[in-house]
Structure formats: C-alpha cells, structure tokens
C-alpha cells in the first residue's frame, strides 16, 4: 500500500497536478518573454520571444557596408546568439525553480 493511505496518494495527486499547472504557466510566460540581443556595441539589436522566434531586428545604418558585408552577418550572428543564450538561461532558471532542479524531459 502506498504510505500514508489513500490520503497521502490523493495528496500526492494534488501536488502533482499543482506542478504541472504552474509548469503549463511558466512555460506560457516563457514562450511570451521577449529578450534582446546586442552585437557592436548596440549596433546590431535582436528581438527574440521565448519561442525563439526574432520578432524585431535593428540595423544601425553605419555598420551597413556593401565592402563587407561579413562584419554585419557576424553581427547579426552574435545578437542572435546571445538572445538565444538568454532564453535557454531563463528558461532553466525558471523551470528549475518550479522542478527543484530536476531535469525533466521536454521541458529544456
């Protein structure tokens, strides 16, 4: 029998479905975020939402060169990434917090 009786398994039910609510809430409030990234000192700024999904990109004209256009595409690049570091970092953190930081699957 499971410890506690059937009181400590209704119990038990409680929690777990608690948990996965507030999984569902934190997963929505994630995939609502929107973080920014920069590159050039701001010359270069991505909107991401926790998605992952870039919902705004701005270019500072100056950094426009058609003599090289390697240094924008890096640019870009770096904003990128550095807006997908901050999801993954928050989404970690966040979920982390509600698991106890059990790594469970489909959730990262």
């Not at 479905?17 to 701001?42: F, P, Y």
């Not at 926790?50 to 705004?56: F, I, L, S, T």
């Not at 928050?90 to 059990?102: A, D, I, R, V, Y």
């Amino acid at each position: 029998m499971f410890p506690g009786g059937k009181k400590g398994m209704k119990d038990l039910m409680k929690q777990a479905q608690k948990m996965q609510q507030d999984l569902a809430k934190a997963q929505e409030d994630l995939a609502n975020m929107i973080v920014e990234g920069t590159a050039g000192g701001g010359m270069v700024k991505v909107a991401m939402n926790g998605e992952h999904k870039v919902v705004a990109l701005k270019i500072d004209p100056q950094v426009v060169d058609a003599d090289d256009v390697e240094i924008l595409e890096d640019l870009i690049m770096a904003a990128l990434n550095e807006a997908n570091e901050k999801i993954a970092k928050t989404s970690e953190n966040e979920m982390g917090k509600l698991t106890g930081g059990m790594k469970i699957p489909g959730l990262f």
